[in-house]
């Protein structure tokens, strides 16, 4: 039999599930509070990093292998661009955390990588400028996505493998039935035999997702103008994490023509209550602060934010996300709490999502992301 599959939310998680779950068969209805692609919650803002050499952990290898050519698969399927693979470069002093667990990475699992001193890199990528006795990490499995088109591919991909795709119907209840679930949106009813939950940084606001720990922060990105635009794009710029005794932040190649983005990590991911509070705009204090990290840090930028996003995720405490069957509950899967680095990997993680649907199991290792570690 057929199974009938709700997915709660179609940011780039779920829109990625819904596409894997209708491509291998299941009847699949997704619903969204907002449009294709919106900037409300995680998966807007012209750019992502994808990067191989992790940080994170090195049992993500596996998994962003496979995203990657899922990302490849998408693309074919769409006749869409998503995923330049213009290298991916890790910035600061050779013993800051971030810096030797990327070097680390790479080294175990046998990844290309090169490592410059920094009078090599300021020669190599003079758009970054580093200090003496810093170093830069390359990783040539790197590169730059783009989040609304990606979205927005995924759900027409899905669409055309027979998904019903239902934006602007928020879910407002999902209650356990005697052979699966009711979902409710407004006077609208669905019945479903399992459940994907979604929801990005809205997992609290769910009954079944209460007691999750995620924690809905606040992103914000600035875009800098580049006096040589062309440096800056992504055939001379590879994307950056930044690591120095002053500043934080990750770096994107000009998509736009008119200059780089940065994320300032060092200034925070403020919790806020609910994304429905996300504040559209930040204090000036904020573009002071990213302004002097520009100054000192992008030599190539006229060091005034020409633009500002501000952006709502879900954090976990361990910063890894939650994903696997939702714990006392039969029937359903729950994807949340990607804690800032769940785009790159959104494909494979919609390839787990549909294999947790339809066999229950999945061969892929998740195990860091198991829901019940926080119980
Ligand atoms: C500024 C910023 C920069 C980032 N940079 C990177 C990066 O470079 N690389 C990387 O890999 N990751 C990055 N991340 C993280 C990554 O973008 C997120 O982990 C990912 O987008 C999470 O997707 P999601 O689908 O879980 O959430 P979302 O995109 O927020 O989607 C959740 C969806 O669920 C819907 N929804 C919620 N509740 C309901 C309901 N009750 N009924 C119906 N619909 C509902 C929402 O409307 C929304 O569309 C970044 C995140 C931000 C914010």
Redesign the pocket.
Same mark, same amino acid.
């Given at each position: 039999m057929t199974p009938r599959v709700a997915v709660?939310?179609?940011?780039?998680?779920?829109a990625m599930t819904a596409w894997r779950l209708a491509h291998r068969g299941a009847a699949v209805s997704a619903?969204?509070?907002?449009s294709p692609g919106?900037d409300?919650?995680?998966?807007a803002?012209e750019s992502?990093?994808?990067r191989t050499a992790y940080k994170e952990g090195g049992e993500y290898v596996p998994l962003l292998r496979r995203a990657e050519r899922l990302w490849r698969e998408l693309e074919r399927g769409t006749a869409t661009d998503l995923l330049t693979m213009c290298g991916g470069l890790t910035l600061g002093p050779a013993e800051h955390p971030d810096v030797a667990a990327v070097r680390r990475c790479a080294e175990e699992h046998g990844l290309d990588h090169e490592v410059l001193t920094a009078a090599e890199s300021n020669a190599r990528f003079p758009q970054h400028r580093l200090d003496d006795g810093e170093i830069a990490v390359l990783d040539p499995a790197a590169g730059v996505l783009r989040?609304e088109p990606a979205v927005q591919a995924a759900l027409r991909a899905a669409e055309s493998a027979g998904a019903r795709l239902l934006p602007y119907?928020?879910?407002d209840a999902v209650e356990p039935t005697a052979s699966g679930w009711r979902i409710s949106c407004g006077d609208a009813v669905f019945d479903v035999d399992h459940v994907v939950f979604?929801?990005?940084?809205?997992a609290r @606001?769910?009954e079944p997702l209460r007691d999750l720990p995620v924690e809905v922060r606040q992103?914000t990105?600035c875009w800098f103008a580049a006096r040589d635009v062309a440096a800056h794009r992504p055939d001379r710029l590879p994307i950056a994490i930044r690591r120095h005794h002053e500043a934080g932040f990750?770096c994107f190649p000009a998509l736009d023509g008119v200059g780089i983005k940065i994320?300032p990590h060092h200034l925070g991911f403020p919790v806020l209550d609910d994304p429905a509070g996300l504040p559209r705009t930040v204090d000036s204090e904020f573009a002071r602060a990213a302004s002097a990290a520009a100054a000192r840090l992008l030599p190539g930028v006229v060091p005034h934010p020409v633009r500002i996003g501000t952006?709502?995720?879900?954090f976990t405490p361990d910063e890894h996300a939650v994903l696997g069957p939702l714990p006392g509950s039969a029937a359903a899967t729950v994807?949340?709490g990607?804690s800032?680095?769940?785009?790159?990997? @959104?494909p494979v993680f919609g390839e787990i999502g549909a294999d947790l649907v339809l066999h229950g199991t999945t061969e892929h290792d998740i195990s860091r992301l198991d829901p019940n570690r926080f119980r």
């Open positions: 709660v939310g179609t940011g780039v998680v779920g619903f969204d509070t907002y919106h409300r919650g995680a998966s803002g992502r990093i994808f989040p119907h928020r879910v979604a929801p990005g940084p809205w @606001a769910l992103i990105a990750s994320v952006f709502a995720e879900g994807m949340t990607f800032g680095h769940g785009f790159k990997l @959104a």
